[in-house]
């Protein structure tokens, strides 16, 4: 095996639910947030365009919002994860199709710092949000955010990736191992790949614990 790049989704895959999710259900002042969501399932609205009109349709203000985000635990086992990986010194990251502002906030809450995350842009002024996408592709229209562009510079590695939903499917295809739950576990196996079933991050601590045994390499420096 090629030293791995661990590569993590967000919502409902670092934390028990889907957090932006429970935003827009939380702080929408209407239910039209619910049209577009079931338009983007369908596949006849893009992701950026169903988040971008669901985000500008929030009523919350940024104390309101974070005040919210401060209670959201992440999985249990992904300190863990973080303290074998920086052990070994194998990279980490975060792919979102989330914010990055609420994203920071969560892991600021959780005392995880300094892993890189890759996530859409977002503007708070008042009671309103102005959602950005830079890393946008039009040739991933599952995701506002092109997850599988950024697993492309460690080709080199091995990538190992934890999603579950409908926007990870890009990049579970790209990555060489995957972890998956949920959606992204029923579209995966529709399409006969392989993975490795989750409900939480403990089976992957265990599967990277495991890989000391047959690549001494990866044991922690005494």
């Known amino acids: 095996m090629r030293r791995p790049v661990l590569a993590f989704d967000f919502d409902n895959t670092l934390t028990a639910g889907d957090v932006l999710d429970e935003i827009v259900e939380k702080f929408s002042p209407n239910e039209d947030w619910k049209t577009w969501e079931r338009e983007w399932v369908e596949g006849r609205l893009p992701a950026r365009e169903c988040l971008r009109l669901q985000v500008e349709n929030l009523r919350v203000t940024r104390e309101k919002m974070f005040a919210h985000l401060d209670s959201v635990p992440v999985d249990p086992a992904f300190p863990a994860i973080l303290r074998w990986a920086r052990a070994r010194q194998v990279e980490v990251l975060i792919v979102s199709d989330s914010f990055l502002p609420l994203i920071q906030r969560i892991l600021l809450a959780n005392s995880v710092e300094g892993v890189p995350v890759f996530a859409n842009g977002l503007e708070l002024s008042g009671d309103r949000m102005k ?37 990870d499917l890009d990049a579970a295809l790209a990555a060489d191992i995957v972890f998956a739950k949920d959606s992204l576990a029923q579209d995966l196996a529709t399409r006969g790949v392989s993975f490795h079933a989750f409900t939480t991050l403990a089976p992957m601590l265990e599967f990277l614990q495991s890989l000391e045994q047959d690549f001494p390499r990866l044991r922690k420096a005494s």
Not at 134 to 147: E, I
Not at 154 to 161: C, E, L, M, Q, S
């Open 131 to 167: 959602p950005s996408f830079p890393f946008h592709d039009p040739a991933f229209p599952r995701s506002a955010n092109a997850k599988a562009k950024h697993l492309a510079p460690y080709a080199g590695n091995t990538v190992i990736f934890a999603g579950d939903g409908r926007s």
